[in-house]
């Protein structure tokens, strides 16, 4: 397959028709083979799965496109030429051959009996069993994928490297991979909003680029290796998406001296140690020592972003024993790149939210069996040594992964520094949180230009996902302890003293907040400036984080 050559052919359409009049998505997957089966090969079995396919191929007595297709690009099994050719008319078998999705099954390989029952697939009217010669097996995973964001519910074919279930062996060390947890995850942060240009930072198989391109005019997306922008390129042009465009390069070379408004970067932060002897794997180790990767990109955005510019990436940070990681975080967000002209004061915007924090042993047995290395052999030990070692040369006690959200300041913008750590369940509604970080920023940046006087003026609302929980020691009519839980969003839980509960309840946008706190000012019998004093700053943290509502 070439960048461009095959990618750009009339080869990739045949396919896509194909592909659409075989029904290949993810609910006809989950039809065909169930939703345990489902689970089970997120856990990366594929028993359950082919059991039912062959127990559906016994019961009507033909193969259907769509379970040929599931068979080959999701199990990663051999499928008959003939059911290959009845799954793909427009294509073709040859089609597919050139387009690099297939190859035939070296020395006659055979499907292994998975199913608990012989696998004789045949013709598609069931007439036999073909030669071993006459079966192909996938050269590329090609996987449907479904989603749901604020344009509204979509659905994308993804073709990435074999993974381990089809290799039956560990990962090469130039794997493409395809929509992982972590690429879910940065999906449903991306802030949604219209936007001229947006930028993909190492875009793997490109399910970024994709996303961005549905609220971004133009996109260019980068990686340093060949091979994943062709798969990038093939999947775009795959799902008729075409205003990506594909450069090859190192972080931010291939952009040098452009900017752009959104920025967005899956990078591969894993920490790895620069050891002989240790894998290096391009979707996940950027080849830099500790957390430098991260913390090139961040100094790297600054000066790639344009005025008001937004950059959301993924990522790992050290603790050390002389330092709390925060600390160096924001250190990266002020410091200028080393060479680079100095940054506007008073540095990077940020909102950083830390989910997760590891030990460095557990780290290296969570990245090591990533790899495919198993424990209880030589080489895990060997692996696992090498890490430790890294981590004790730095000093490293701990590390933490979590979300970055990055903004170049505007002359009049009112200013944003968030670092904190969040590592309870998310909201109900995890796909949508980047429409909640865009409600959020909007409505930090308009009440940090508001002063107390206007603010007071203000009639706000409580959002529609927040509900109210209260305790109460038996016998007792006034509660010991009230928490609003937010539904949606990050899933916070914040409590409240007595006044400040009193006077969320009373926003229904009927009341000015000045209006609440001078009824409650009466009702405790206190002085109405110090309670609103007391008051406005919890107010304002409901708005930043979505409890409370401005006016529109």
Not at 518 to 538: I, K, M, N, R, T
Request: glycine letters at 12%.
């Amino acid at each position: 397959m070439q960048l461009n050559g095959s990618v750009t052919s009339a080869l990739v359409d045949q396919l896509r028709a194909d592909l659409g009049a075989a029904h290949y998505s993810v609910s006809a997957l989950t039809g065909l083979w169930g939703i345990e089966a489902d689970a089970a090969l997120r856990r990366n079995q594929r028993v359950p799965a082919l059991r039912a396919l062959t127990a559906l191929r016994a019961k009507l007595g033909r193969t259907e496109p769509s379970a040929t297709l599931a068979r080959l690009f999701v199990l990663g099994l051999p499928v008959t030429r003939a059911d290959l050719a009845a799954a793909l008319p427009s294509l073709g078998v040859s089609g597919a051959e050139a387009l690099g999705l297939v190859a035939g099954t070296p020395d006659g390989a055979g499907t292994p009996d998975l199913a608990g029952t012989a696998d004789r697939a045949g013709t598609p009217d069931g007439a036999g069993t073909p030669d071993a010669d006459e079966r192909l097996r996938p050269l590329l995973e090609l996987r449907p994928y479904s989603f749901v964001d604020e344009h509204g519910a979509g659905s994308w074919w993804i073709a990435s490297d074999l993974g381990e279930l089809a290799l039956g062996r560990p990962l090469g060390e130039t794997h493409v991979l395809g929509v992982g947890g972590a690429s879910l995850t940065l999906s449903g942060l991306l802030i949604p909003t219209q936007v001229r240009t947006a930028l993909d930072l190492g875009t793997g198989c490109g399910i970024q680029a994709l996303h961005a391109a549905r609220h971004a005019d133009r996109v260019v997306a980068t990686d340093i290796s060949v091979r994943a922008l062709e798969l990038a390129a093939l999947n775009a042009r795959l799902n008729g998406i075409r205003n990506i465009e594909f450069r090859l390069g190192s972080l931010f070379e291939p952009v040098a001296g452009e900017r752009f408004d959104h920025i967005i970067s899956n990078p591969p932060f894993v920490i790895t140690p620069r050891t002989a002897g240790v894998p290096s794997y391009e979707y996940r180790d950027g080849g830099m020592v500790g957390d430098a990767l991260v913390e090139a990109v961040v100094r790297g955005a600054a000066e790639h972003l344009t005025p008001g510019g937004v950059a959301q990436l993924l990522g790992n940070w050290e603790y050390r024993t002389d330092q709390d990681a925060f600390d160096r975080l924001g250190r990266w967000l002020d410091a200028p790149q080393p060479g680079g002209p100095p940054r506007p004061a008073p540095g990077l915007d940020a909102w950083i939210i830390e989910r997760e924090v590891q030990s460095p042993a557990l780290y290296a047995e969570t990245w090591i069996r990533d790899g495919g290395t198993r424990p209880g052999t030589a080489d895990f030990d060997r692996l696992y040594g090498a890490w430790l070692d890294d981590f004790e040369a730095r000093g490293v006690s701990q590390v933490g992964f979590g979300y970055m959200l990055l903004r170049r300041p505007t002359a009049t913008g009112a200013g944003l520094r968030r670092l904190e750590r969040l590592p309870g369940a998310l909201g109900h509604n995890p796909a949508g949180i980047g429409s909640h970080l865009a409600a959020c920023l909007a409505a930090h940046d308009r009440q940090a230009a508001t002063d107390a006087g206007l603010l007071s003026r203000m009639r706000l609302t409580v959002a529609s996902d927040v509900t109210e929980e209260r305790h109460y020691w038996p016998g007792q009519e006034d509660p010991t302890l009230m928490t609003l839980h937010q539904g949606g969003g990050f899933g916070r839980s914040v409590p409240l003293a007595t006044a400040l509960a009193a006077l969320v309840g009373a926003c229904d946008g009927d009341l000015d907040v000045g209006s609440i706190v001078s009824a409650l000012a009466q009702l405790l019998e206190v002085d109405e400036a110090e309670l609103a004093a007391d008051l406005l700053p919890g107010v304002r943290g409901l708005i930043d984080d979505g409890f409370l509502l401005l006016p529109a």
